[in-house]
């Protein structure tokens, strides 16, 4: 079973619209999740960190349950620029991030 | 101020050769890591470094795979004998310490024919 598991898309949707993507983690002992943002022949950027009691950075809501081990970001108000592959990454033990295959996004004017 | 840079940006390689590849990180990061992304897969970890130490190398796939980071600042990945299968994007990135965030550098794309 992959440590990270997300649903590859791809998601195609309206400006405007609200998107939510899902991710989930295989081990319950990882300490830190985060959602970063990758465009076409780019490298990663960290978009947010996902804490337990849920975040929000101005459009992006992130929520962690760690009792299903599931992560979630949800894109309020999409823009064309959201376009990206959104990475679910997960922090177990010192130094290992665990990376998800990437959800695709779309945003269609 | 400079992000982390790698070279080269670009490697065509015929099965069997050596190639190497490098990251400079940001200047002051302590931490340093290895990744490469297959296609249609995710980032896989391949080695971690701490100074010029490298306490975790267990995501290095095969002997075939070394990794050395002097000064405290520049690393080199070396893929000895190289297979089609090694073909991928080769991500480097640093932090200032362990448990901040990782930058990433732009990758080396590796094609072996």
């Known amino acids: 079973r992959k440590e990270v598991e997300q649903d590859p898309g791809p998601f195609n949707v309206p400006e405007g619209a609200t998107v939510a993507f899902n991710c989930t983690y295989s081990?319950?002992?990882?300490?830190?999740f985060f959602w970063y943002r990758q465009d076409c022949r780019k490298e990663p950027k960290l978009l947010m960190s996902v804490y337990s009691s849920g975040n929000e950075d101005g459009r992006f809501t992130a929520q962690l349950n760690r009792a299903s081990q599931y992560i979630s970001l949800l894109i309020r108000d999409s823009k064309l620029s959201d376009s990206a592959t959104y990475l679910c990454?997960?922090?177990?033990?010192?130094?290992?991030?665990?990376f998800g295959t990437g959800t695709r996004l779309t945003v269609i004017p | 101020g400079a992000g982390v840079s790698q070279s080269p940006s670009n490697k065509v390689t015929e099965k069997g050769k050596d190639v190497e590849l490098r990251c400079d990180p940001i200047?002051?990061?302590?931490?340093l890591y290895w990744y490469r992304q297959s296609l249609g897969q995710g980032l896989e970890f391949l080695i971690y470094?701490?100074?010029?130490?490298?306490?975790?190398k267990s995501g290095l796939p095969s002997d075939r795979f070394s990794a050395e980071r002097t000064g405290g600042s520049v690393s080199t990945l070396t893929i000895q004998r190289t297979q089609q299968e090694d073909s991928a994007v080769y991500l480097c990135?640093?932090?200032?310490?362990?448990?901040?965030?990782?930058?990433f550098g732009p990758g080396t794309r590796l094609t072996v024919l």
């Open positions: 470094f701490q100074g010029n130490s490298a306490p975790d």
């Open positions: 081990n319950s002992a990882s300490q830190s």
């Open positions: 990135a640093s932090s200032l310490t362990p448990d901040n965030e990782q930058f």
């Open positions: 990454v997960v922090k177990t033990g010192a130094n290992n991030l665990f």
């Open positions: 200047s002051g990061h302590t931490a």
